[in-house]
Nanobody
């Protein structure tokens, strides 16, 4: 059974940092591109960052230079280090991968609130 379990969200002040984790099970993790999406209230879900099986990363423009995605294949975990957080980063963050048979797989989400 495929599971993606996020953790690490919370309340942080502007300028602060958080590290999100997504523990994956039931998949051939090292072969999969992993992504972090977010959905703010009243907005569509957007891709924040992704990391391929070879370690190639992509970022949406609004987080470049502030967020870093990484993976630990031995721990089957993908991370999102978020620095210099802004109120507009407030959202529910979701872990994602796409499998050949099952298609899109999502975690349950972890809420990030950036507020003073």
């Amino acid at each position: 059974q495929v599971q993606l379990v996020e953790s690490g969200g919370g309340l942080v002040q502007p300028g602060g940092s958080l590290r999100l984790s997504c523990a994956a099970s039931g998949i051939f993790f090292s072969a999969r591109t992993m992504g972090w999406y977010r959905q703010a209230p009243g907005k569509e879900r957007e891709l924040v960052a992704s990391i391929s099986s070879s370690g190639t990363t992509t970022y949406t423009d609004s987080v470049k230079g502030r967020f870093t995605i990484s993976r630990d294949n031995a721990r089957t975990t993908v991370y999102l280090q978020m620095n210099s957080l802004k109120p507009e980063d407030t959202a529910v963050y979701y872990c994602h991968t796409r499998l050949p048979v099952q298609g899109d797989c999502w975690g349950q989400g972890t809420r990030v609130t950036v507020s003073s």
